[in-house]
C-alpha cells in the first residue's frame, strides 16, 4: 500500500507508475518486491517491469454503456500505453541511460584482445570454395562494405 514515503523503494516505485491509490490499487507491495529482488534493485528497471504488470490488467478495461452510464475503459489502457512508451523511449523521464556505442577494434590492443578472448564467436566467411575462420581473412583488418 502507498504510504507516501520518499525513503521508501516500494513507494517511490509506486509513484512512478502512478499506483498511488490507497483504496484501489493495481498491484500489491510484494509484486514490487518481486520486481526490485528481480533488478538487483534498480528501481528504473523495476518501475518498468510493474508498469507492463499494470498495463496488462488494463487489458481486460473496455468501453461499457448500461442505460445512460458510459464508461470507458479501453482509454485507460490507451493513456497508459502511451505514457509507458514515453517512459520506457524517453531517458529524460525514467532516467535511463541512453545507449552508448561502443566501436571495438579501433586499437590494435582492442584487436588483440578480441582475438584472444575464447568467448567471443568468430563469424565465419564464404569465399567461393570453403568456409574459413574470419581470423584468418581479416588478421589486422577490418573490411567496411
Avoid at 14 to 22: A, F, I, K, N
Avoid at 59 to 72: A, G, I, M, Y
Avoid at 103 to 111: C, F, H, L, P, R
Amino acid at each position: 500500500m502507498f504510504t507516501n514515503d520518499p525513503c521508501n523503494p516500494l513507494d517511490r516505485i509506486r509513484l512512478l507508475v502512478g499506483d498511488t491509490s490507497e483504496v484501489n490499487e493495481y498491484l500489491a507491495d510484494q509484486w514490487y518486491v518481486y520486481f526490485l529482488q528481480k533488478n538487483q534493485d534498480n528501481e528504473t528497471l523495476a518501475s518498468i517491469e510493474a508498469a507492463k504488470a499494470i498495463l496488462s490488467r488494463f487489458t481486460s478495461h473496455t468501453r461499457e454503456k448500461v442505460d445512460q452510464v458510459e464508461l470507458w475503459g479501453n482509454d485507460k489502457f490507451n493513456n497508459y500505453l502511451i505514457w509507458l512508451k514515453d517512459y520506457i523511449e524517453n531517458p529524460s523521464i525514467s532516467g535511463l541511460q541512453s545507449p552508448v556505442p561502443y566501436a571495438g577494434g579501433i586499437s590494435e590492443s582492442d584487436m588483440q584482445a578480441n582475438r584472444n578472448n575464447t568467448d567471443n564467436v568468430t563469424s565465419r566467411i564464404y569465399n567461393g570454395y570453403t568456409f574459413e575462420e574470419r581470423s584468418q581473412y581479416l588478421k589486422d583488418y577490418w573490411i567496411i562494405v
